[in-house]
Structure formats: C-alpha cells, structure tokens
Nanobody, 119 residues
Framework: QVQLVESGGGLVQPGGSLRLSCAASGSSFGYYWVNWVRQAPGKGLEWVAI????????YYGDPVKGRFTISRDNAKNTLYLQMNSLKPEDTAVYYCTHGGARSYGMDYWGKGTLVTVSS
C-alpha cells in the first residue's frame, strides 16, 4: 500500500523559512518523478515543483522560483521542499504526489501539511 506522509508545516513569519518532508512507503519511490502541490484556503490546487527520479532535474512554478528548492533522498525514500523568503501568499496545505503505473503523474497523494505565513 502506497503511503506518502508530509511533515514540517507550521506557522512562520513573512521572510522566514521552513523545510517540508514527505516520507514514502509501499512504492518504488526512486522510480518516480515526484511533485509538490499546494492548495491555499478557498482556492484550487497549484503545482509547486517537480523532481526527476535521479534528483538532477528540477522544475518550479513561477510563484516559487528562486525561493523554494525541491530535493530527494532515494535511500531514505524521502522528498523535501526547502522554502525560503516565505510570503503570506504561500499559505496553503502542501501535498506530495507521484504517479502509479507510470513514473510521472499524480496518482498517489499524501494528506498534506499546513504552512501558514503570517505576522
């Protein structure tokens, strides 16, 4: 059974930093492109970033480019999101997600971790 468990969310002041983690189990984690996706209160899903299986190709959505860094440790089956220079508009539930039968896609999702950026 595939499980993705996010952690590391919390309350942070504008300009601050947080590091999110996503622990994977029950899947061949190293096979997948893995995404971070977020959902702000009252809004739809927004794609944040993606990393390839080898960890050497990363892509970001424009709102987070230059501030967030996605990384992974396949030996630990863990995905990370380092978030710097946080803004109130980064407030959201953050999810990690990856494919199922294919290495890409968003078939499996965690339950998310809440990040609140506020003074």
């Amino acid at each position: 059974q595939v499980q993705l468990v996010e952690s590391g969310g919390g309350l942070v002041q504008p300009g601050g930093s947080l590091r999110l983690s996503c622990a994977a189990s029950g899947s061949s984690f190293g096979y997948y492109w893995v995404n971070w996706v977020r959902q702000a209160p009252g809004k739809g899903l927004e794609w944040v970033a993606i990393i390839n299986p080898g960890g050497d190709r990363v892509y970001y959505g424009d709102p987070v480019k230059g501030r967030f860094t996605i990384s992974r440790d396949n030996a630990k089956n863990t995905l990370y999101l380092q978030m710097n220079s946080l803004k109130p508009e980064d407030t959201a539930v953050y999810y990690c997600t990856h494919g199922g039968a294919r290495s890409y896609g968003m078939d499996y999702w965690g339950k998310g971790t809440l990040v609140t950026v506020s003074s």
